[in-house]
């Protein structure tokens, strides 16, 4: 019976030293496995990156745009009151979006019976448009468009003199000073921009228009401020549409090597 108990005894010992022995190499081969594959996919992944680095960028068509806005000839003609001058350009970064500039001056008079006064100033505008349309080639730019834009409008008023009824008595009169005023708004916009000629485009351009410091006019806001448009509104709206010429030139192809 002992002897039977010690045969058994190491049975089971030899049969646990074996099995641990076994699992100890099934592991340590699964490591260097997992550590191989592992090595294997980080290299490759250097390698891709390392040639992507190399690989030459493709050509790629700048363009810049100026343009007039035609509407405000009209608009001049039909309120001689209100006198403005509008140019705007815009330069095509990579992908969708465009880089825009504006600027313009204005002028605007009052002439009642019972207030006169006359307004000058200029603006300037910065910030972005993005197009909804798919390019169809690397020379294509016509776009429909969203954008905001950062307004800022410096100006003059002059002195306004006013004339005041008095049912009870004789009308009364009296001057206000003029006042230099600096106006900022935020627009946002949409429109589009078609090529119907070689280089040149025509398109419209819808506004909102929101004051961000409409508290600077303490007496009397100017009936109209050269890009804005009337002074004693916080929120307008605006259109204007552009004749433009646009300029294009290709970049080289460069391959970046990598030290």
Excluded at 33 to 49: C, F, G, M
Excluded at 88 to 111: M, N, P, T, V, W
Aim: charged fraction near 20%.
């Amino acid at each position: 019976m002992n002897v039977r108990l010690i045969l058994t005894a190491l049975l089971v010992t030899l049969t646990i030293v074996v099995f641990g022995q076994e699992k100890n190499i099934v592991t340590d081969s699964t490591k260097k496995a997992v550590t191989n594959v592992d090595s294997t996919k980080l290299s490759q992944e250097i390698a891709d990156t390392t040639k992507k680095k190399n690989e030459p960028k493709p050509p790629y068509t700048h363009q810049l745009r100026v343009g007039f806005d035609i509407s405000r000839i009209a608009f001049n003609l039909m309120y001689p009151s209100k006198q403005a001058y509008e140019v705007q350009a815009d330069y095509a970064l990579r992908g969708k979006l465009y880089f825009a500039a504006e600027a313009g001056l204005g002028s605007g008079k009052i002439d009642y019976s019972n207030l006169k006064y006359s307004n000058t100033g200029f603006f300037v505008k910065a910030g972005v448009d993005n197009s909804i349309l798919d390019k169809l080639t690397d020379s294509d730019f016509d776009m429909a468009f969203i954008g905001a834009r950062y307004g800022m409008g410096v100006g003059k008023r002059s002195d306004a003199t006013y004339i005041v009824t008095n049912l009870f008595g004789p009308p009364v009169s009296g001057t206000i000073p003029g006042q230099n005023f600096v106006v900022h708004w935020g627009e946002l916009v949409a429109g589009i921009k078609v090529e119907f000629l070689k280089h040149l485009y025509a398109g419209y351009t819808m506004r909102g228009k929101f004051l961000l410091n409409s508290g600077v006019f303490k007496e009397l806001a100017p009936n109209y401020i050269p890009g804005y448009g009337k002074g004693d509104k916080t929120v307008v709206f605006d259109f204007n549409f552009y004749l433009s010429y646009a300029v294009q030139w290709k970049s080289k192809s460069k391959a970046v090597t990598t030290k």
